[in-house]
């Protein structure tokens, strides 16, 4: 990833066009769904790099070589600390108003070097109205985070009307970068003391087992625990992660009546 980096940032310098999709599983599967977004992913403009080890794997299946994970996050980061050293322009449009004025003077604080040419929080605005101030400005990197395919439908539907710049559909990086939410791999609690975990099987009985229909969880936490941090870390896994990886083993989360297959042992039966 260090050389697609590398192929960004004189991409950067030399003032080129480069629209970036960081694609990880969903983003594929989307494009399934979404014709008009398959067409922009297969679009010879779109670069798409790898973001996910369900990416990489499936490229690896194919036969297709990858030079490792390169996500949102960490390529905008890097494109942030270029901008500053080659006092290059950045347009950050898209998260709630906090978050990116948040990211934004966190970047004029740590990146003194970058110009800010301008942001816009990504609600309630119109895509063609920002696109329209974008264009004007021609900054030479457009960070749009407005989720996957919004963000990359409206870079590839406004490409034409730029000579430069470096285009990227980021996702919730903004949320992550601006300190507004945490990555819980990379957070530093979850570093210096990672917590262990196990599935619990739901026991089996004569009128079978219970499934929830709503997988959900509450639980709280004492802002004076010495583990609150710990804690809150827990349960940001939790929602995130704890789900899809019980998906993916397929461990019984879903409701009594699924049609999955997998659950058809643990399926309530109202004997007739
Ligand atoms: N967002 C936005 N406007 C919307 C919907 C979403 O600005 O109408 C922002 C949201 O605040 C978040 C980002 O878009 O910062 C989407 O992040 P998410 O992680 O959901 O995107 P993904 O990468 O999963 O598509």
Known sequence: NQEFFQRAGKALEREEKMFVVTANPETLMMAEQTPEFGDV??????????????????????GMDTNGRVTGCDLVAYLIKEAGNLHKSIYLYGAKEEVVAALVTKIKAEQPGAVIAGYRNGYGQDDNEVFDEIALLQPDIVFVALGIPRQELIIHRNLSRFQKGIFVGVGGSFDVLSGMKKRESKSETFRTAPFEYEFLYAPLGDSGAYAYLEPWYGFSVS????????????????????????????????????????????RHTDAA
Request: net charge negative; glycine share 8%.
């Open 41 to 62: 992913l297969r679009s010879p403009e779109a670069i798409i790099v790898p973001d996910g080890i369900g990416v990489l794997k499936a490229a690896a299946y194919l």
């Open 223 to 266: 802002k004076d625990s010495d583990e609150a941090e710990l804690a809150v870390e827990f349960l940001r896994f939790m929602s995130t992660r704890l789900d899809e990886m019980a998906g993916i083993k397929g461990l019984p989360s879903v409701a009594a009546d699924s049609a999955d297959k997998r659950y058809a042992g643990i």
